[in-house]
């Protein structure tokens, strides 16, 4: 069931939109080599609770850490470590979660540390840019499939292939609801967008294949061929005009 939000449910959803995108900003800012992934988990934790929020994947299905950090050919899910060191040339996937008010915000990017190869650079170029081509068809009337085949056609004419086993997802008072809204597919089927529906578009974009497996630790997605994946994400709204960006600072997205 997809559930249709109020003016003031909306505007719940900014407020912890807003915090998650502050949460994704300090992860960001910290990424560099040295750090460790769980501090960077630290700083996203501080980030949120000291906007009187509360980390929205903190023990989520038994997930142990406030963010996932995920490096390289992780592509999502990856658990922080204390143990875990970010190395010059590393892309760094920081995916992050805040609820307040009853409704969560959700939002990712992929950092570079330091130099990174012109392969990652356009890798992160490309998967960021596809979260706008899908977008432009995230407007009351249009399906969730088209947003779907904007991405993937973005990402394809780029030579590089969009992740099918994970999805975006409708968002409100639970992290994840209905729709699910994949990165692939034909324009023209699903859901049709309606007003107030809010959903997380989220690509996942490998430099190789589209297949992963899952590491033994149960939550570490990684690409099956070892290849560099990259991952951009933010919660929009549909209004009657273009899609509204929940996950920002003072109307800036990263």
Not at 69 to 77: A, L, Q, Y
Not at 240 to 251: M, V, W
Request: aromatic share 6%; glycine share 12%.
């Amino acid at each position: 069931m997809i559930h249709i939000k109020t003016d003031k449910e909306l505007e719940r959803m900014r407020i912890a939109g807003r915090i998650t995108a502050l949460a994704r900003k300090a992860a960001a800012d910290a990424v560099r080599p040295g750090v460790t992934t769980g501090e960077i988990d630290r700083i996203v934790r501080q980030t949120i609770e000291e906007a009187g929020a509360t980390p929205s994947f903190l023990g989520y299905g038994g997930f142990p850490g406030s963010a996932c950090i995920s490096i390289n050919d992780e592509v999502i899910h990856g658990i922080p470590s204390m143990t875990r060191v970010v190395q010059e040339g590393d892309i760094v996937k920081v995916d992050v979660g805040a609820l307040i008010g009853g409704h969560h915000g959700d939002c990712a990017c992929t950092v570079p540390c330091g130099e990174v190869s012109d392969e990652a650079k356009r890798l992160i170029e490309v998967t960021r840019q596809s979260f706008f081509e899908g977008i432009k068809f995230a407007r009351e009337g249009y399906r969730v499939s088209d947003i779907s085949a904007a991405v993937q056609a973005y990402v394809e004419k780029n030579g590089f292939s969009v992740v099918r086993s994970y999805v975006g997802h409708g968002i409100g008072s639970a992290l994840h609801e209905s729709p699910e809204v994949p990165n692939f597919g034909r324009p023209g089927h699903g859901i049709r967008l309606q007003r107030g529906m809010t959903i997380a578009v989220e690509p996942m974009v490998n430099v190789g294949v589209y297949d992963v497996k899952v590491l033994p630790d149960g939550w570490t997605v990684k690409t099956k061929d070892g290849k560099l994946s990259a991952h951009y994400e933010n919660t929009i709204a549909i209004t009657d005009g273009e899609a509204e960006i929940l996950t920002n600072i003072d109307g800036e997205v990263l």
